[in-house]
């Protein structure tokens, strides 16, 4: 089956420092990888849709100067925390998206960022 | 502006019964529904997905859609304490693009 691996588990990290997630399809061509976050208790809200090739399209309230998207191939998407704070400490998890179906939602195993 | 709403329980239920867990959804054009299973502190896991043309039944788990009322329901039968878990219901914003998530119901089954 679809397998998406997503890097680092956790991080920690300084506040003002950058942190990059990394999001790979290993057996498809993820032509749409979506990048959500989710605080605690709460559910996952979409942050960011990215296409391989074409600048994301983020979701409203989500500054794109801080949250850098980039999918330079099909099988590679990074989300690049700038300036981290403590507000932005979440569990961040992306999903890929191949061709063919509504089944081909495949999610990262997500990344705890903890920002001190 | 499509929603999904579940109630966040929690929802609790001694080991063998029946489990109901509920979703209703705002576009009565969705098409296609998914239910998904989060532990805490993990990613979502898929459980089933249906679309708006009928029912399904996968080992314990049956989702079924009520389109007029617009909510669909994920029935698991013979509930076990590894069951114990976040559901999350979700539809995509339109087909291909990605999926709206309920706030998600807490399920405790107790042995």
Redesign the interface.
């Known amino acids: 089956g679809a397998v998406v691996s997503q890097h680092p588990s956790r991080v920690i990290c300084k506040s003002g420092t950058s942190v990059k997630i990394e999001c790979r399809s290993l057996d498809f061509q993820a032509t749409t990888m979506f990048w959500y976050r989710q605080f605690p208790k709460q559910s996952l809200m979409l942050m960011a849709t990215s296409n391989e090739g074409s600048k994301a399209t983020y979701e409203q309230g989500v500054e794109k100067d801080k949250f850098l998207i980039n999918h330079a191939s099909l099988t590679l998407s990074t989300l690049t925390v700038t300036s981290a704070h403590p507000e932005d400490s979440s569990f961040y998890i992306c999903s890929a998206r191949g061709l063919g179906g509504d089944y081909g939602y495949t999610f990262g195993s997500g990344t705890r960022l903890t920002v001190v | 502006q499509k929603e999904v709403e579940q109630n966040s329980g929690p929802l609790s239920v001694p080991e063998g019964a029946i489990a109901s867990l509920n979703c209703t959804y705002s576009d009565r054009g969705s098409q296609?529904f998914?239910w998904y299973r989060q532990y805490s502190?993990?990613?979502?896991?898929?459980i089933m997905?249906i679309?708006s043309n009928g029912d399904k039944e996968d080992g314990r788990f049956t989702a079924q859609l009520n389109k007029a009322s617009q909510y669909v329901s994920l029935l698991i039968r013979d509930s076990q304490p590894s069951d114990s878990a976040t559901y999350?219901c979700a539809v995509?914003y339109q087909?291909?693009?990605?999926?709206?998530?309920?706030?998600?119901t807490t399920l405790s089954v107790s042995s």
Do not use: D, R, V
């Not at chain 2, 502190?41 to 898929?46: A, D, I, T, V």
């Not at chain 2, 087909?95 to 998600?104: H, P, Q, V, Y």
């Open positions: 296609s998914f502190g993990k990613s979502p896991e898929l997905f679309y999350l995509p087909a291909g693009t990605a999926l709206i998530f309920g706030k998600g």
